[in-house]
């Protein structure tokens, strides 16, 4: 069973472990889709913030979709100086280069459970990932924020970033508007969102949170020894 083969693998070296697969004569292969959770907000709702909240307490991978870009700027990757022009106009990057980062990151993590940050953007993202990754996540959070809120949060967060100023956010919150909502909209059809009021301290909007991913965690439980399919877990609903 994956979990069991990662687990064992994880307590060695990786160089070992790596002779161990070899040894077996096969890649460790994920037989369990992974549990995939879409984080969705606007610039400055908490989407980071909250994301390392749900690690320290509920052991899941944060990918970060905007980290991701951005290591590829400094990585001086072949599609660095594209995503640098892209971000600073607080465009899309195209989709194929994001999913492609995201699904390198899943599969070279030896976790099953992911938070997937700040992705999709739009509808087109949102098919892109269904088709390269063939699957849907399984939940949805959406922080729900005002916009002036956003605008404060971004403004004062000094984080060095080339696209947190006055013009760039303004441009941010357009896109989240016109084409994030629709993503957003898009789940809440399907019943997977979960719609949080991003307002109030992180540990207040963190209680709301909790009992989502506390949820989650009894249903990964009752599915570990069984076999976990996303068609199983679709129709598990968390209150
Ligand atoms: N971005 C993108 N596709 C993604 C995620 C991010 O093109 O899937 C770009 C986009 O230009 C966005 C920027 O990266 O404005 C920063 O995204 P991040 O999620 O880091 O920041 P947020 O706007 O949520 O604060
Ligand atoms: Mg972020």
């Not at 472990?17 to 908490?46: D, Y």
Request: proline share 5%.
């Amino acid at each position: 069973m994956w979990r069991r083969a990662t687990l064992l693998s994880s307590l060695l070296p990786s160089s070992k472990a790596s002779v161990l697969n070899q040894e077996k004569g096969r890649i460790p292969k994920k037989e369990k889709p992974p549990f995939i959770t879409f984080v969705l907000g606007g610039p400055g709702s908490g989407k980071g913030t909250q994301c390392a909240k749900i690690v320290e307490n509920f052991g899941f991978t944060h990918l970060s979709a905007g980290d991701l870009l951005r290591n590829e700027i400094s990585s001086n990757s072949e599609n660095g100086a594209m995503i640098l022009d892209t971000i600073r106009e607080g465009k899309i990057v195209p989709s194929n280069v994001t999913v492609k980062l995201i699904q390198r990151a899943i599969e070279s993590s030896d976790n099953d459970k992911f938070l997937i940050d700040g992705f999709p953007r739009t509808e087109e993202n949102r098919r892109t990932y269904e088709r390269i990754i063939g699957a849907e996540p399984n939940i949805v959070l959406f922080f729900d924020c005002p916009e002036d809120e956003m605008v404060k949060r971004v403004l004062s967060r000094n984080q060095g970033r080339v696209d947190d100023n006055k013009d760039t956010v303004r441009k941010r919150l357009e896109v989240f508007t016109s084409l994030n909502l629709p993503v957003i909209n898009y789940y809440s059809q399907k019943g997977k969102l979960y719609k949080i009021r991003a307002v109030g301290t992180e540990d207040e909007i963190f209680e709301q949170v909790r009992p989502i991913f506390a949820a989650v965690e009894s249903l990964l439980k009752l599915y570990d020894d069984s076999t976990r399919s996303n068609k199983d877990l679709l129709i598990f609903k968390v209150p």
